[in-house]
């Protein structure tokens, strides 16, 4: 379990305990050349297997780009980390008259209760730089708000 921020349609950030998806799997696809030069490195055991020296070379991509991706986010006013919409959180939005537009940059999850006309009603937009979480008869619904 892992501790994220959500906000309330209060304004105010609480933590919430949500469980986090093991890992997305990515396909990537390189030359003879460099998986060659990777299965000498993993030989010589400077990595356990391919995908601890490709894991490591992300890393190491975003690390030198973090400032980048800092200031993109605070620009594009994206939540950074894991947020998750409870069907409480939606229902508390309906009432309330709003319409959420939801910005991302990690993982955004829709609880699996949560009836797809209720997203249709509450959730105006979604831009996830990373992972949407949702029950199929959400992502269908909501289809042309995703970007």
């Known amino acids: 379990m892992v501790k994220a921020w959500r906000k309330e349609v209060d304004g105010i950030m609480k933590p919430e305990l949500v469980r986090p998806a093991d890992s997305e799997k990515i396909t990537?696809?390189?030359?003879?050349?460099?998986?060659?030069?990777?299965?000498?490195?993993?030989s010589e055991g400077f990595y356990a297997n391919r995908s601890d020296l490709i894991r490591t070379a992300i890393r190491n991509q975003l690390q030198a780009h973090a400032e980048v991706v800092r200031q993109t986010?605070?620009?594009?006013?994206?939540?950074?980390?894991m947020h998750h919409y409870t069907r409480a959180d939606l229902e508390r939005a309906r009432e309330a008259g709003e319409r959420l537009q939801i910005q991302v940059l990690g993982m955004a999850s829709i609880a699996h209760?949560?009836?797809?006309?209720?997203?249709?009603?509450?959730?105006?937009?979604?831009?996830?730089?990373?992972?949407?979480?949702?029950?199929?008869?959400?992502?269908?619904?909501?289809?042309d708000r995703i970007r």
Do not use: C, Y
């Open 28 to 42: 990537i696809n390189l030359g003879p050349i460099d998986l060659g030069q990777i299965d000498l490195l993993v």
């Open 73 to 81: 986010v605070a620009r594009r006013s994206l939540v950074l980390g």
């Open 113 to 143: 209760d949560v009836p797809a006309e209720l997203a249709l009603e509450t959730i105006e937009s979604i831009v996830v730089l990373g992972a949407l979480h949702a029950s199929s008869a959400v992502k269908t619904a909501l289809a």
